[in-house]
């Protein structure tokens, strides 16, 4: 079993920056790909971005690409999404995300644990 905690939302101006983070308890953090969602209002929950729990290996939806970077500190059992140049369009809830398997990440039934989520607004 394993508990997710977001920390980091906030309303921001476009152009501004937000560091979203995520803590999990358990001592089986490594063993876990990690990943973030996101919800925005009327809309299905989307993939953001997953850093694998091995070699590292990230995958990000297009639309973040260049401006979103996830990473992962194992040691602090945490998981990070440094948000820069954000946009109105990147409005929502933002989840993170635990699944022991691998591969298809941006289904969002594949992955087996989740927060409560965290609010990102960012205004024009």
């Known amino acids: 079993q394993v508990q997710l905690v977001e920390s980091g939302g906030g309303l921001v101006q476009a152009g501004g920056s937000l560091r979203l983070s995520c803590a999990a308890s358990?001592?089986?953090?490594?063993?876990?790909?990690m990943g973030w969602f996101r919800q925005a209002p009327g809309k299905e929950r989307e993939f953001v971005a997953a850093i694998s729990r091995s070699d590292g290996s990230i995958r990000y939806v297009d639309s973040v690409k260049g401006r979103f970077t996830i990473s992962r500190d194992n040691a602090k059992n945490t998981v990070y999404l440094q948000m820069n140049s954000l946009k109105p369009e990147d409005t929502g809830v933002y989840y993170c995300?635990?699944?022991?398997?691998?591969?298809?990440?941006?289904?969002?039934?594949?992955?087996?644990?989740w927060g409560q989520g965290t609010q990102v607004t960012v205004s024009s």
């Open positions: 995300a635990a699944r022991l398997g691998a591969g298809k990440v941006v289904v969002t039934t594949l992955w087996d644990y």
């Open positions: 358990g001592r089986t953090f490594s063993s876990y790909t």
